[in-house]
């Protein structure tokens, strides 16, 4: 097996091609069409960033939904720590003593 000493050369374009696919699959994980939009986003935003460290061992495919894959999971660890409307206020604000 042959090591590649050089960097791949992945493009945008290479990397939109796959934007519908993702979108279906973090919305498969996330279950909200807003949601599988943001995170295909970030999905795309971490892999341009993360382009020069590519080295081609897999394929751009593979690469772009492991990227997605970890997104997701960051947004679903991240709404078990978010604070839900109803743990902010009581639901109710009558006093109980007077009723009022």
Same mark, same amino acid.
């Given at each position: 097996?042959?090591?590649? !000493?050089?960097?791949?050369?992945?493009?945008?374009? $290479?990397?939109?091609? @796959?934007? *519908?696919?993702?979108?279906? @699959?973090? @919305?498969?994980?996330? &279950?909200?069409?807003?949601?599988?939009?943001?995170?295909?986003?970030?999905?795309?935003?971490?892999?341009?960033?993360? =382009? $020069?460290?590519?080295? &081609? *061992?897999?394929?751009?495919?593979?690469?772009? @939904?492991? =990227?997605? !894959?970890?997104?997701?999971? $960051?947004?679903?660890?991240?709404?078990?720590?978010?604070?839900?409307?109803?743990?902010?206020?009581?639901?109710?604000?009558? $006093?109980?003593?007077?009723?009022?």
């Amino acid at each position: 097996m042959a090591v590649r !000493t050089e960097s791949p050369d992945v493009r945008a374009e $290479d990397l939109e091609q @796959y934007r *519908r696919e993702l979108t279906g @699959y973090c @919305y498969r994980m996330l &279950g909200s069409v807003f949601e599988s939009e943001d995170a295909v986003q970030e999905t795309m935003v971490r892999a341009w960033r993360a =382009i $020069d460290g590519f080295e &081609g *061992r897999s394929a751009v495919r593979s690469w772009l @939904y492991r =990227i997605a !894959t970890n997104v997701c999971l $960051d947004m679903l660890r991240g709404r078990q720590r978010r604070a839900r409307p109803m743990e902010l206020a009581p639901a109710w604000t009558v $006093d109980p003593f007077t009723g009022e």
